[in-house]
């Protein structure tokens, strides 16, 4: 369940440049929509930045941070750098249908220069979108304009739970009250100003023991901003304490390929760039990359060999190079818009009849 402000006929059409832009904008909750939208040959079309990585002040039940052995793999911090931002934005083409997923290992607001690496994004790359994820703690209202004033499209702030409790059982913090208000508060100043932008988004986590209480969440957040909705919990490489699926992938004899290694990918703030935003969290992982941005452009990387063959372990899912994937259930977030063959999986093609086949609605978008 969720509360969407519609986007206005005009916005679509003006974002509308390619076939993928039609799908995203017009075809999105169709089978159809979802071929034409998630397979990215070329480019990733969500590219997740991590600005800054340290350790996170929240220890969140259903992520890798509640683990002390991943909390201890940042306790230094690292910064990106000017140059770094540099070379990503130019190896993004200026294309609506491409985004900048903004955030961090840590929390996003901590990074001093976000305004100024976001004014200078919208600034060379105004039509690619550029979202950015918070746990809203640190959203004064000076920040929220200077994120304003930068260009950002939208900003997403991760409330978790529908009241304080549910939230200090996931967060383990006593924080709930705080970002309510901030939410509050920005929905206040974005209205009293006349802003458009940032798009502002909170949800909160859709697990069989928080299903109940999705909809009066949806239904009070609803007043204040542009989209609130529950986001269904996977599991994500390890167990989720006191949270169960609320909508479970089928079993694994019926399980398919997962779509992000042709849909996006992460570079950490040195520049590397890695196979999954998931490969952030795992030890086995934590300094795998395929390339970094400063030595190559993110095309060149996104063709290399070890990413073929990464692409190739998921079409056959012989993935035992890849215990994170293997163990990873985020493959049934997204819509199912493969073919079995003998020899594993391929790209379904667009038939006519999935023009007026509904897409599963939690998924693909």
Request: with cysteine; hydrophobic share 35%; charged share 25%.
């Given at each position: 369940m969720s509360h969407v402000?519609?986007?206005?006929?005009?916005?679509?059409?003006?974002?509308?440049?390619?076939?993928?832009?039609?799908?995203?904008?017009?075809?999105?909750?169709?089978?159809?929509?979802?071929?034409?939208?998630?397979?990215?040959?070329?480019?990733?079309r969500v590219v997740n930045i991590s600005f800054h990585e340290k350790t996170c002040f929240y220890s969140c039940t259903m992520c890798p941070y509640a683990e002390q052995a991943v909390r201890d793999m940042y306790r230094t911090r690292s910064e990106m750098s000017f140059a770094t931002l540099e070379n990503i934005v130019a190896s993004?083409?200026?294309?609506?249908?491409?985004?900048?997923?903004?955030s961090a290992i840590g929390e996003t607001l901590q990074f001093e220069n976000l305004a100024p690496f976001v004014a200078y994004m919208k600034a060379?790359?105004?039509?690619?979108?550029?979202?950015?994820?918070?746990?809203?703690?640190l959203l004064t209202e000076r920040l929220f304009l200077s994120l304003a004033e930068s260009g950002l499209d939208s900003i997403q702030i991760s409330l978790f739970a529908e009241n304080a409790a549910d939230h200090e059982a996931i967060t383990k913090t006593k924080t709930f009250e705080k970002v309510a208000e901030n939410?509050?508060?920005?929905?206040r100043l974005k209205k009293a100003r006349?802003?458009?932008?940032?798009y502002v988004q909170t949800f909160m986590m859709e697990a069989k023991e928080t299903e109940a209480r999705v909809a009066p969440f949806v239904a009070y957040w609803s007043r204040f901003v542009d989209k609130a909705f529950g986001r269904p919990i996977y599991k994500i490489?390890?167990?989720?304490?006191?949270?169960t699926p609320a909508l479970a992938g089928p079993p694994s004899p019926r399980r398919y390929p997962c779509i992000v290694p042709w849909?996006?990918?992460?570079?950490?703030?040195?520049?590397?760039?890695?196979?999954?935003?998931?490969f952030h969290w795992h030890p086995g992982t934590k300094d795998a990359r395929i390339g970094n941005i400063n030595e190559k452009p993110l095309r060149e990387i996104w063709g290399d060999p070890e990413f073929r063959?990464?692409?190739?372990?998921?079409?056959?899912?012989?993935?035992?190079?890849?215990?994170?994937?293997?163990s990873c259930e985020h493959w049934s977030a997204y819509t199912d818009v493969w073919d079995r063959t003998p020899g594993g999986f391929s790209f379904a093609p667009v038939r006519l009849r999935d023009l007026f086949t509904r897409a599963p609605e939690h998924r693909g978008g």
């Open positions: 402000r519609p986007r206005p006929l005009f916005e679509k059409l003006r974002t509308t440049r390619s076939l993928k832009g039609l799908a995203q904008n017009f075809l999105l909750g169709t089978m159809a929509g979802q071929k034409l939208f998630l397979r990215a040959d070329d480019l990733p993004m083409p200026n294309d609506p249908y491409y985004s900048f997923d903004i060379e790359r105004p039509r690619v979108n550029t979202i950015l994820s918070t746990n809203g703690v939410i509050r508060r920005i929905s006349g802003l458009e932008r940032p490489g390890r167990p989720i304490e006191g949270l849909y996006s990918t992460a570079i950490r703030a040195n520049g590397d760039v890695l196979h999954c935003y998931m063959r990464f692409r190739a372990a998921h079409r056959s899912l012989e993935l035992g190079d890849y215990p994170v994937c293997d």
